[in-house]
């Protein structure tokens, strides 16, 4: 990992199976199970595909602790252009890893209500389903919450903007991004009647973004060059 080209193909790679273990268990696991205001419909998905909805939870953790190891490559790659801003994109970008962590146990808990141990015999079947319900909204909350941290992208984009050895177009995307997460975290916060009509908005510049600095840093790497002479 003494070259541009090098470091920025290892980011790529780890980039890829952040964002992969991510959609599955953020986007795709709850898409399949979780219907929205039906709690029993929701409880009957869940148990009926238990080992999909623990391989979410166990999918998480992975994009969490992955993500970790991505900061780290990403630092290395672009610490010589500006340390500060390399500094924050790391420091914003870990700050989401506990809460990725421990938004899991909302899921876990789901998941123990529905399957209905002996010590919640004192709550009924639709009781436990609304509770399920609930810790299952929470956890989508936590994302929302976690979301905040999207501010590692402006960092981010602002190293690949002035790196010299990655198209400055890719710095531009990663910004806007930056403000579609911003965007996605705050509406449901203080405007929730227009979430929808905003999160299909935030959507575009959140789907050309990292996905476009993924692909380049697999495909093409970087402009190979000795990493201290990155600057």
């Known amino acids: 990992m003494n070259s541009t080209k090098t470091t920025a193909r290892i980011a790529g790679l780890l980039y890829l199976v952040n964002a992969v273990t991510g959609f599955f268990g953020i986007i795709y696991v709850p898409g399949r199970l979780i219907v929205s205001d039906n709690a029993a419909a929701t409880a009957s998905n869940i148990l009926a595909s238990e080992r999909l909805f623990r ?3 166990v ?3 992975i994009c969490a602790a ?3 190891f991505l900061l780290w490559v990403l630092y290395r790659l672009l610490s010589a252009v500006n340390k500060t801003h390399a500094s924050l994109m790391v420091i914003f970008g870990l700050v989401f890893v506990p809460i990725m962590f421990v938004n899991t146990l909302s899921e876990i808990a789901a998941l123990t209500l529905l399957r209905g141990s002996d010590f919640l015999s004192v709550f009924d079947q639709s009781q436990r389903q609304s509770l399920a319900m609930l810790f299952l909204g929470l956890h989508r909350y936590g994302f929302v919450v976690g979301w905040m941290t ?3 992208l402006f960092h981010f984009g602002v190293l690949v903007f002035k790196s010299g050895f990655l198209p400055r177009i ?4 990663l910004i806007a991004a930056c403000f579609g997460y911003l965007a996605d975290s705050l509406t449901p916060l203080l405007l929730p009647s227009y979430e929808d009509v905003v999160g299909w908005i935030a959507n575009i510049p959140l789907t050309l973004g990292e996905p ?6 697999l495909i ?3 402009k190979d060059q000795p990493l201290k002479a990155a600057a």
Request: proline content about 0%.
């Open 212 to 217: 476009a600095i993924i692909l380049w840093l």
């Open 66 to 68: 992955e993500f970790v």
């Open 220 to 222: 093409r790497g970087a």
């Open 170 to 173: 890719l710095g531009v995307l």
């Open 150 to 152: 999207g501010l590692y």
């Open 55 to 57: 391989l979410g939870v």
């Open 59 to 61: 999918s998480e953790l």
